[in-house]
């Protein structure tokens, strides 16, 4: 990522630690002139965690200086594409982490529940984990999960309607976010875009914002799947502050300091092989 005649240029005395400024300067020179920064190799070069990295790179992210991305961030001018890939592909990622997640989930869904299930591909792999399951209602404005789910023969369906986001195959908007008031369900497995201790729970379209509220209102029990991917990443738009999880089901490549400051903070995390 550095070029030999660069070499020192991210190199930080140890007699005098790089403060915020000098670190956010150094970064913001490095993303100009690469066009593409990894946390990893920021922290190694500054000498500095990764989770004081990811703090940086939101707060040069705020100033309209670069853009976060998984693993690193980009500069400014060449987000002009969606982060967030469809969900064709994202089922292919981490895809044996996704089942283990919804093993887990499987196992702590009781009968006789009534359960909402999101939008995204790891909900979705839940969806599958219970679709033999007797006795349970499964609210969901995921087409994906209804279809998963559509012959379960023990299984309630029923499908909160409203505007469809082709993408992600959800319905979201206010119709969706007025039938929503009147749901109350005994908890809520969904997917996030983004899992950090300090920025919270976070999506990437601003347009799903209100609809992931609502859901989160249906109940007091929320239990996040997140592939490790998304363990101290932060999206494009805040849903809700991290405490809103109740339970967050991950893979244990996720980043240790950020399990541990979400841990700190009075949310259960579960860590699958």
Do not use: Y
């Not at 000098?22 to 190799?41: D, H, N, P």
């Not at 984990?129 to 309630?156: D, K, Q």
């Not at 969706?176 to 809520?188: T, Y």
Request: aromatic share 0%; proline share 4%.
């Amino acid at each position: 990522m550095v070029n030999s005649a660069d070499k020192n240029v991210l190199q930080p005395t140890r007699s005098q630690p790089l403060i915020r400024e000098e670190r956010c300067r150094l970064i913001q020179q490095e993303v100009s002139r690469e066009g593409l920064v990894t946390v990893a190799a920021l922290a190694s070069h500054l000498g500095v965690s990764p989770m004081t990295i990811r703090r940086d790179l939101s707060e040069l992210e705020g100033q309209g200086i670069l853009t976060r991305v998984h693993g690193g961030a980009i500069a400014a001018d060449q987000a002009g594409g969606p982060v967030e890939p469809p969900m064709r592909e994202r089922m292919l990622r981490n895809a044996d982490e996704k089942r283990q997640i919804a093993k887990v989930v499987a196992a702590v869904t009781l009968d006789g529940e009534t359960i909402f299930i999101g939008s995204g591909s790891t909900a979705l792999a839940v969806a599958e984990a219970i679709r033999n399951r007797r006795n349970l209602t499964v609210v969901t404005n995921a087409l994906t999960v209804a279809n998963a789910l559509l012959h379960s023969r023990g299984i309630s369906l029923i499908v909160v309607g409203g505007f469809l986001r082709p993408s992600e195959s959800s319905l979201i908007g206010h119709i969706a976010e007025r039938a929503l008031q009147d749901i109350r369900v005994d908890k809520v497995i969904m997917g996030i875009g983004g899992v950090d201790p300090e920025h919270g729970l976070t999506g990437d379209n601003l347009q799903e914002l209100m609809t992931d509220r609502a859901i989160l209102g249906t109940t007091d029990t929320v239990i996040v799947v997140a592939d490790h991917s998304k363990l101290g990443h932060v999206a494009a738009s805040m849903t809700a502050p991290i405490t809103a999880a109740t339970r967050i089901v991950t893979g244990r490549q996720a980043p240790s300091e950020v399990i541990r400051a979400i841990r700190q903070r009075g949310v259960e995390v579960l860590l699958v092989d």
